[in-house]
């Protein structure tokens, strides 16, 4: 079949992925309404042209977030509401991540880590921007956590949308222009020092669980060795050019704050055994490629990271947005 969507996907293979896997509350919650969504199963609209008599009838869709049919309009009533947020300044787009040995402690202790990266990634930025050898002032920003890679792979990952200016200690407009004003190895030095301060603490306090492949890390000299390659390791944050305009920053909010981990788009074509789909190269200038994975694969991995990971994403996001500049 060519151009399916996750919903002709979940039909082929969701049987097969049962034998082997077990899902969880959540996950088989999703699984259910995307395979009934705008079926009938959630009830219909009926239509009738009072001219002519034709009937069209809409079917309900599931409207569970995690749905690639039913995000449209949740996503145009979110833009619209942070247009209010959203100043017409320059912005940049900074992201932050952390060293993949940390994935499976952070995979076993997700709320607490998700936390971390949120408040690593925020207190960077307010040091970093009100020291006034870079800046010195007081800046907006929003942050959204990420936790896949375009390969569906577990890569928690914090997309910020930095304002390029904010208010003084007298309460006055300052910035650069387009110009990045943070340099990106000070985001590296400082990023990685709040991070493992607060990853050490929760060792310290006892917090954290380990579990399968982050069992290892439970036991003290093992763990030591870990913070000290993370300590030695480069962390690389990066910086994009600065959006055009204020409605480009509140489109590109949209796209990642509703999004699953792949989207109807992507799916190239399956088979009775096989789906292809597009994911970004990006040890290749992120050049799209095809990857092919069996179907209970493919449903084993999408059903991972579109329940209650994705659910975390959003709810964390809410819970962290700033907006400290509201006007210039």
Not at 28 to 37: G, Y
Not at 165 to 189: Q, R, V, Y
Not at 218 to 234: G, T
Request: aromatic content about 12%.
């Amino acid at each position: 079949m060519n151009k399916p969507t996750v919903q002709d996907i979940f039909r082929c293979f969701y049987s097969a992925y049962l034998e082997k896997y077990s899902p969880s509350p959540e996950q088989a919650k999703v699984a259910r309404n995307i395979l009934n969504c705008k079926t009938g199963a959630y009830g219909a609209n009926v239509s009738v042209c009072e001219d002519c008599g034709a009937v069209q009838i809409h079917y309900n869709s599931c409207r569970n977030r995690c749905c690639p049919m039913c995000q449209a309009v949740p996503k145009e009533m979110w833009m619209d509401a942070r247009k209010e947020d959203v100043l017409d300044a320059p912005y940049f787009h900074l992201v932050f991540t952390v060293p993949d040995i940390l994935n499976p402690i952070i995979y076993n202790n997700q709320k607490l880590l998700y936390d971390t990266l949120y408040h690593a990634a925020s207190a960077t930025i307010s040091e970093l921007t009100a020291d006034p050898k870079h800046l010195g002032a007081d800046v907006g920003y929003i942050c959204i956590l990420h936790t896949w890679g375009s390969e569906m792979n577990f890569h928690p990952h914090i997309h910020t949308i930095l304002l390029g200016g904010g208010l003084t200690s007298k309460n006055e407009w300052k910035d650069n222009g387009t110009e990045f004003f943070l340099p990106i190895w000070a985001i590296s030095k400082v990023f990685r020092g709040k991070y493992m301060d607060e990853l050490k603490n929760l060792w310290n306090t006892n917090q954290l669980k380990f579990h399968g492949t982050a069992e290892k890390y439970s036991n003290h000299y093992a763990f030591k060795e870990l913070i000290d390659f993370c300590y030695d390791a480069e962390w690389i944050p990066y910086c994009k050019k600065t959006f055009n305009g204020a409605q480009s920053v509140i489109d590109y909010l949209g796209k990642y704050t509703h999004r699953i981990a792949i989207s109807n788009h992507r799916i190239i074509c399956m088979d009775d055994e096989n789906v292809t789909f597009s994911v970004k190269d990006y040890r290749n200038k992120g050049q799209w490629k095809e990857l092919t994975l069996s179907g209970v694969e493919f449903m084993r991995v999408i059903t991972k990271k579109i329940s209650c990971e994705s659910d975390k994403r959003i709810s964390f996001m809410r819970k962290i947005v700033r907006v400290s500049v509201k006007q210039r």
